[in-house]
């Protein structure tokens, strides 16, 4: 079993960042990690992805060049840095995880947190 406690949410200004933690307990060795996030009357979405070693990373074009995905094995912790938000960026953004490498399709992911709010004001 593995669970899954996201943190770092929270209300910004367009423009602004925050940072997310998602903390991994249970058996993670070698497992990729995911951000998700679904926006209000939406279907829940791919943000980004991110092997164990880290040498391999993915990214939803919505997202590329303002978040960035990380990872510390050590603290079996994942980050995401958001930049510069927009307030389409408001959702609950979700942590996955999943026993192979990079994958964006919701099914392919095997645990999830419980998700954290972000909102972004105009």
């Known amino acids: 079993q593995v669970q899954l406690v996201e943190s770092g949410g929270g209300l910004v200004q367009a423009g602004g960042s925050l940072r997310l933690s998602c903390a991994a307990s249970?058996?993670?060795?070698?497992?990729?990690m995911a951000w998700f996030r679904q926006r209000p009357g939406k279907e829940r979405e791919f943000v980004a992805a991110i092997t164990w070693s880290s040498d391999n990373q993915a990214y939803a074009d919505s997202v590329k060049g303002r978040f960035t995905i990380s990872r510390v094995n050590a603290k079996n912790t994942m980050y995401l840095q958001m930049n510069s938000l927009q307030p389409d960026d408001t959702a609950v953004y979700y942590c996955?995880?999943?026993?192979?490498?990079?994958?964006?399709?919701?099914?392919?992911?095997?645990?999830w947190g419980q998700g954290t709010q972000v909102t972004v004001s105009s």
């Open positions: 249970g058996r993670t060795f070698r497992y990729t």
């Open positions: 996955a995880v999943r026993p192979l490498g990079i994958a964006q399709d919701i099914v392919e992911y095997n645990y």
